[in-house]
């Protein structure tokens, strides 16, 4: 047993001595990574850089809008009957007075030769008792009755030419007309519907704009309008009118604007938007919108740090964490409120691989092309 624990002993003894020897190594190896780790230089990243732009920049006002055609309403008789004549097609222009519906007026008519002949007899029997007052053949009572039965049946007469012009449906103004809704034989009720009648060019654009807006608007601003019929066209036109009274309900005040309808392209009804165009400019900063980042405490963007290339031998510029308060965008350009100043260069491409103490190297090859007006392809 004695035996036993002193070899024990004796290799306890022989045992710690090379254990300790391998930990020394291994620690000292450990170190040298460590220290190698330390003295090695990450290369730097390749990134573009776009300088950050002042721009003259015209405000503008964007809603949406209704187009209301200058004149429009739906054709209605004023007096009931029959569809006798239709002298129109559905979809044709018409000018001011051209004849669309005739209404049967054949009683009229009859009524209107009874009444003339009436107003002929009268008017013979008031002159003949002209002749006779002058001379004082006749009392003054007698000539007043004359001339009022000629009065009354030249009244009869225009009565009747009045109910003939009524169910005799011409149109009130110049413009295209609908889709008919009458057929010859019907018979209409007073105050239905015949055809639709609009005027095409120019047009009304009606639209909304908060009471902010107010001081800023005037009569004679240019506005721009777009509509999904026609992709890339531009319609122009100007304010024209600007409603006196605030909507109580939502704050808004109404605006019209009157526009050429390039030959009927812009219908009454249409939605479209609405782009108005304030007199005055402002300078502002402009930077590429890819190169903001997001974060919980705000924006910001990587900048870089013009004296920074090759100090202490290492390569690259260094990229300054620059916070920044961001304002309107435009196409692919954002605005820098504050924060950074005309020709700063701000990493554009690239941003994702960027940390505070990265280095980077600035290549344009692949440099995309950025615009105030993008227009993308395949949209």
Same mark, same amino acid.
């Given at each position: 047993m004695l035996k036993r624990?002193?070899?024990?002993?004796?290799?306890?003894?022989?045992?710690?001595?090379? *254990? !300790? +020897?391998? /930990?020394?190594?291994?620690?000292?190896?450990?170190?040298?990574?460590? #220290?190698?780790?330390?003295? %090695?230089?990450?290369?730097?990243?390749?990134?573009?850089?776009?300088?950050?732009?002042?721009?003259?920049?015209?405000?503008?006002?964007?809603?949406?809008?209704?187009?209301?055609?200058?004149?429009?309403?739906?054709?209605?008789?004023?007096?009931?009957?029959?569809?006798?004549?239709?002298?129109?097609? *559905? !979809? +044709?222009? /018409?000018?001011?007075?051209?004849?669309?519906?005739?209404?049967?007026? #054949?009683?009229?008519?009859? %009524?209107?030769?009874?009444?003339?002949?009436?107003?002929?007899?009268?008017?013979r029997i008031f002159k003949r008792a002209s002749e006779l007052f002058e001379t004082n053949s006749i009392s003054e009572a007698d000539y007043s009755s004359t001339d009022t039965a000629l009065k009354e049946a030249n009244a009869q007469v225009d009565n009747i030419n009045a109910v003939i012009d009524k169910k005799t449906i011409r149109a009130p103004f110049s413009g295209q007309l609908g889709i008919r809704r009458i057929s010859i034989g019907q018979f209409l009720d007073k105050g239905s519907q015949l055809v639709s009648l609009q005027t095409q060019d120019p047009v009304y654009v009606e639209f909304s704009l908060p009471q902010q807006r107010l001081g800023a608007l005037s009569r004679g601003l240019k506005v721009s309008v777009t509509s999904d019929s026609y992709p890339g066209q531009i319609f122009?036109?100007?304010?024209?009118?600007?409603?006196?009274?605030?909507?109580?309900?939502?704050?808004?005040?109404?605006?019209?604007?009157?526009?050429?309808?390039?030959n009927g392209n812009l219908k009454p009804g249409m939605f479209v938007?609405?782009?108005?165009?304030?007199?005055?400019?402002?300078?502002?900063?402009?930077?590429?919108?890819?190169?903001?980042?997001?974060?919980?405490?705000?924006?910001?963007?990587?900048?870089?740090?013009?004296?920074?290339?090759?100090?202490?031998?290492?390569?690259?510029?260094?990229?300054?964490?620059?916070?920044?308060?961001?304002?309107?965008?435009?196409?692919?350009?954002?605005?820098?409120?504050?924060?950074?100043?005309?020709g700063d260069r701000v990493i554009s491409t690239g941003v994702f691989k960027i940390r505070p103490e990265t280095r980077v190297v600035i290549d344009t090859v692949l440099a995309p092309e950025f615009s105030f007006n993008p227009e993308p392809e395949n949209t």
């Open positions: 624990i002193l070899y024990t002993f004796m290799g306890l003894l022989i045992a710690i001595p090379i *254990a !300790g +020897s391998l /930990v020394g190594i291994k620690i000292m190896q450990f170190k040298a990574m460590g #220290d190698a780790a330390a003295q %090695q230089v990450m290369p730097p990243e390749t990134v573009n850089v776009e300088a950050v732009r002042q721009q003259d920049w015209q405000p503008k006002f964007t809603s949406v809008g209704t187009v209301v055609a200058k004149q429009g309403i739906v054709v209605r008789n004023e007096m009931e009957g029959v569809v006798r004549e239709i002298h129109f097609e *559905a !979809g +044709s222009a /018409v000018n001011a007075g051209d004849l669309l519906v005739q209404l049967d007026v #054949d009683i009229e008519l009859s %009524q209107l030769r009874f009444a003339e002949a009436t107003a002929e007899g009268a008017a122009q036109g100007e304010i024209t009118a600007i409603e006196p009274q605030v909507n109580m309900a939502t704050r808004n005040v109404l605006v019209q604007a009157t526009m050429e309808s390039n938007n609405v782009q108005v165009d304030l007199a005055r400019s402002e300078s502002k900063l402009f930077i590429p919108a890819s190169s903001v980042q997001y974060s919980a405490i705000g924006e910001y963007v990587f900048v870089i740090d013009e004296e920074s290339e090759n100090v202490q031998g290492m390569q690259g510029l260094a990229v300054i964490h620059q916070v920044i308060e961001l304002g309107i965008s435009r196409g692919d350009f954002i605005e820098v409120i504050n924060g950074l100043k005309p």
